[in-house]
């Protein structure tokens, strides 16, 4: 059974930065796509950025490109999301995801996390 655990997540500024992490039990996942997602109040859970099982490569939302870095450290089986230049519309409960199987195309992620709150304030 995979267990996703999210932290990181806080109040800030606009303007300043975190960094969010989901630590992984239960299932080594370096051979797995994984992906950060968020679901603001009242709005439905969008897709903010995706790393291929290879983790070379890596896609963003318009959104966040250029600003979100998403990684994994292999070793601590753990996803990263470092988010900088944060904006009030950033504000959002953050979920990480790991596909369902290992070598996967991205396309179908199983297991979630409980979430991490953050909010940007102006």
């Known amino acids: 059974q995979v267990q996703l655990v999210e932290s990181g997540g806080g109040s800030v500024q606009a303007g300043d930065s975190l960094r969010l992490s989901c630590a992984a039990s239960?299932?080594?996942?370096?051979?797995?796509?994984m992906a950060w997602f968020r679901q603001a109040p009242g709005r439905a859970r969008e897709f903010v950025a995706r790393l291929s099982w290879s983790g070379f490569a890596k896609y963003y939302a318009d959104s966040v490109k250029g600003r979100f870095t998403i990684s994994r450290d292999n070793a601590k089986n753990t996803l990263y999301l470092q988010m900088n230049s944060l904006k009030p519309e950033d504000t959002a409960v953050y979920f990480c995801a790991a596909d369902s199987e290992a070598y996967g195309s991205g396309s179908s992620f199983v297991h979630w996390g409980q979430g991490t709150q953050v909010t940007v304030s102006s």
């Open positions: 239960g299932r080594t996942l370096s051979n797995y796509a």
